[in-house]
């Protein structure tokens, strides 16, 4: 079956660790987000990819890195610089054209600074 | 640039009432709206889309969503409302340039049997 897995489901990171968050769809889907979710607040765009090798800041990219290496491949590391990383992350990707297609979610990332 | 809101953060409803979950939207041309579904450390799950023709549309679990463009919502109703469809509702918007889709904030669906 096609679709987007996001692995760990769980993570803890000690303060000043870097870590990194896996996000792989095999739907052939060229544009890749990542995106924050806080209680309360939403869904909030860190980055996204519209094609391999290439990608840009969303709304609040800073403590956060990305690299889009292969297409299958969108992996968000969350970097020390991150004052408050601890949330619930999610992958989506979307194939390319009009903006008639809507996106599929991965299941999510929950990330706990310990 | 294109945005949504949904002025509820909190929906309540008794089982077997029908339910009404708001969205009101902004975007430059021709919108593309989305109602996603998320259950608790789940992710979003697709529920229904207008992209052209009937304003009234259909999705998944007896959802629909009715779209007026004069008024720039697109409604999430259901007739009859079931404990299990308690979650987090989120509309969402594309424009027709194909520009990021963006997310409303959520509105908590409460189901109370």
């Known amino acids: 079956d096609g679709g987007i897995t996001q692995s760990p489901k769980y993570l803890f990171r000690k303060e000043g660790q870097n870590v990194t968050l896996s996000c792989e769809q095999n739907?052939?889907?060229?544009?890749m987000y990542w995106y924050r979710q806080d209680p309360g607040q939403g869904l909030r765009l860190i980055y996204y990819s519209q094609i391999v090798n290439d990608f840009q800041k969303g709304d609040i990219a800073e403590g956060y890195s990305v690299s889009r290496e292969k297409k299958e491949s969108f992996p968000l590391t969350v970097t020390s610089a991150q004052k408050n990383p601890t949330a619930f992350y999610l992958c989506a990707s979307t194939s390319s054209g009009t903006g008639e297609r809507g996106y599929t979610f991965g299941s999510g990332t929950r990330l706990t600074v310990v | 640039a294109q945005s949504v809101a949904q002025p509820e953060d909190q929906v309540n409803v008794a089982e077997g009432n029908p339910l009404t979950v708001k969205c009101t939207y902004s975007?430059?041309?021709?919108?593309?709206l989305f109602w996603y579904v998320q259950y608790p450390n789940r992710g979003l799950q697709f529920l229904l889309k207008?992209?052209?023709?009937?304003?009234l549309v259909k999705g998944s679990y007896g959802f629909e969503a009715e779209f007026n463009k004069s008024q720039t919502s697109f409604h999430l109703k259901k007739p009859s409302a079931l404990v299990s469809d308690s979650a987090l509702y989120f509309c969402a918007v594309r424009g027709d340039n194909n520009n990021d889709m963006r997310f409303g904030a959520g509105t908590r669906l409460t189901v109370k049997p």
């Open positions: 739907l052939n889907h060229d544009a």
């Open positions: 207008y992209i052209t023709g009937d304003n």
């Open positions: 975007v430059s041309g021709n919108p593309y």
